[in-house]
């Protein structure tokens, strides 16, 4: 089936540690986001890839950075220098502007 | 950039009754509204979506207006079922530039058996 697979489900991250989230698309989309989502807040875009090898800053990259090698692949690396990483991560990605399909998630959280 | 602000926050309503959330939105280039539904724990799923050049559009028990010239738009659920319980985000977004989904923050819709 097609869709967007987001793994691992649950991380957990050390002070002072980069942690990487995959998010795998087989929908032949052009475009995928990510974003992030904190208790009863909605979705905040962090980066944004609309080609392969190239990205965009969304509103929260700091302390974030992304890669876009494979058309299908967009992982996400949450850095040492992103103070507040515990959130849930959530992967997107659409064909022009139309529907967004979303992956299941990933929660992270820092110990 | 486009900002989308969305109401109410909570949202209470007995099973049968109807439900409605509403957002407005910022930059008046933006021509795609969408409404997804999220389940806890799990990423959001669309369940309409409306385009600028349309001023209504209906799914069932699921209805989406638009009002292009207020910058708002709502979302109907007529005869609410305890299944309906979840979050809903409203978004937005235009053809140009990032292309991006702006959201809403979000209503928690609970109906009560």
Redesign the interface.
């Known amino acids: 089936d097609g869709g967007?697979t987001?793994s691992p489900k649950y991380l957990f991250r050390k002070e002072g540690q980069n942690v990487t989230l995959s998010c795998e698309q087989n929908l032949n989309h052009d475009?995928m986001?990510w974003?992030r989502q904190d208790p009863?807040?909605?979705?905040?875009?962090i980066y944004?890839s609309?080609i392969v090898n190239d990205f965009?800053k969304?509103?929260i990259a700091e302390g974030y950075s992304v890669s876009r090698e494979k058309k299908e692949s967009f992982p996400l690396t949450v850095t040492s220098a992103q103070k507040n990483p515990t959130a849930f991560y959530?992967c997107?990605s659409?064909w022009?502007?139309?529907?967004?399909?979303?992956?299941?998630?990933t929660?992270l959280t820092v110990v | 950039g486009e900002n989308v602000e969305q109401h109410p926050s909570t949202l209470s309503v007995q099973e049968g009754d109807s439900a409605v959330i509403k957002c407005t939105y910022s930059d008046s280039a933006s021509n795609y509204f969408p409404w997804y539904k999220q389940e806890l724990g799990k990423g959001p799923q669309l369940i309409i979506d409306i385009r600028s050049n349309v001023g209504e559009k209906k799914d069932q028990r699921i209805a989406v207006t638009l009002n292009k010239t207020a910058k708002h738009f709502s979302l109907h659920i007529t005869e609410t079922q305890p299944e309906d319980s979840a979050v809903y985000f409203c978004a937005a977004s235009l053809d140009t530039g990032r292309r991006a989904l702006t959201f809403g923050s979000g209503t928690r819709l609970q109906v009560q058996p």
Do not use: C, P
């Open positions: 967007i987001q475009a986001y974003y009863g807040q909605g979705l905040r875009l944004y609309q965009q969304g509103d959530l997107a659409r022009a502007n139309t529907e967004a399909f979303f992956g299941q998630g929660r």
